[in-house]
T-cell receptor
Framework: GDSVTQMEGPVTLSEEAFLTINCTYTATGYPSLFWYVQYPGEGLQLLLKATKADDKGSNKGFEATYRKETTSFHLEKGSVQVSDSAVYFCALSRGTSYGKLTFGQGTILTVHP | GAGVSQSPSNKVTEKGKDVELRCDPISGHTALYWYRQSLGQGLEFLIYFQGNSAPDKSGLPSDRFSAERTGGSVSTLTIQRTQQEDSAVYLC??????????FGEGSRLTVL
């Protein structure tokens, strides 16, 4: 079956540091890939997505590129802020089941001033 | 409403009792999803509604779990004879057909 594996956290960074959160997936065919973010006390929010190989999703300074050859969708940000502290989830969905998501375990990110 | 609304936000119950969790989706969203977020299992899909029909119930963990949706709007997730392993945060999400999912803040269930 489908699965998503994220790097284990927690990840602790200083403000303005570079962020990478690794995500790899196992799925047949061509799933759509997502990053969701959960800020403290809030619901899950879509951060970015990519629907086909080599697509780059971007939002709020975050980027991730759909790499079919390595089955990866790593999240990156060049300079993190304290306000980026949250839990980040990588996820995939297939075809017409767009909203039926398979999630990774989540990575807690804490950014210190 | 402005967003997906879930109630109650917190529920503490005794083992063996039944609980109902409610989801009020964004107005006009035809698709509605229930997920469960627990420490041991992470985020898991439970059930999907399109309108009032549930074409995918594959994530419901046992026959103690059921859900319905009425009027193409509000949905209720019912857990009968709750067990301690049912303790989790139950998330609801809605979307237009093929559109982005919008999640509620969840209902935290604690079974003593």
């Amino acid at each position: 079956g489908d699965s998503v594996t994220q790097m284990e956290g927690p990840v602790t960074l200083s403000e303005e540091a570079f962020l990478t959160i690794n995500c790899t997936y196992t799925a047949t065919g061509y799933p759509s890939l997502f990053w969701y973010v959960q800020y403290p006390g809030e619901g899950l929010q879509l951060l970015l997505k990519a629907t086909k190989a080599d697509d780059k999703g971007s939002n709020k300074g975050f980027e991730a590129t759909y790499r079919k050859e390595t089955t990866s969708f790593h999240l990156e940000k060049g300079s993190v802020q304290v306000s980026d502290s949250a839990v980040y989830f990588c996820a995939l969905s297939r075809g017409t089941s767009y909203g039926k998501l398979t999630f990774g375990q989540g990575t807690i990110l804490t950014v210190h001033p | 409403g402005a967003g997906v609304s879930q109630s109650p936000s917190n529920k503490v119950t005794e083992k063996g009792k039944d609980v109902e969790l409610r989801c009020d989706p964004i107005s006009g969203h035809t698709a509605l999803y229930w997920y469960r977020q627990s420490l041991g299992q992470g985020l898991e899909f439970l059930i999907y509604f399109q309108g009032n029909s549930a074409p995918d119930k594959s994530g419901l963990p046992s026959d103690r779990f059921s859900a319905e949706r009425t009027g193409g709007s509000v949905s209720t997730l019912t857990i009968q004879r709750t067990q301690q392993e049912d303790s989790a945060v139950y998330l609801c999400a809605s979307s237009s057909f093929g559109g982005e999912l919008f999640f509620g803040e969840g209902s935290r269930l604690t079974v003593l």
